[in-house]
């Protein structure tokens, strides 16, 4: 791999991993537990859950995952630019 090449996979790889960082500072880590369970250890809720919250739930884990699938993805173009 050509050293340019190599410095354009690393500032990428840099790139995804601060805007991974960032959606993890904003969203928080991705929780283990299922979405169904958000919200009910805080609070006794009768009837069934309030379907905005739930869609707010799923927005803030799915772009949790985002922030986590761009940190491996930026660290794996930092190792290949290393790498090769």
């Keep these: 791999m050509s050293r340019v090449s ?3 996979f690393n500032g990428i790889g840099l790139c995804l991993n601060m ?3 960032l959606l993890w500072f904003f969203y928080g880590v991705p929780a283990s ?3 169904e369970d958000v919200g009910k250890s805080y609070y006794v809720m ?3 859950p309030d379907q905005a919250e739930l869609g707010k739930a799923r927005r803030i ?3 949790s995952r985002a922030g986590l699938v761009l940190l491996f993805l930026g660290f794996t ?3 290949i630019a290393v790498v090769k």
């Design 6 to 8: 190599a410095d354009w």
């Design 19 to 21: 805007l991974g960082t």
């Design 33 to 35: 537990r299922p979405l």
């Design 46 to 48: 009768e009837g069934e």
């Design 61 to 63: 884990a799915q772009r």
């Design 77 to 79: 173009l930092q190792l």
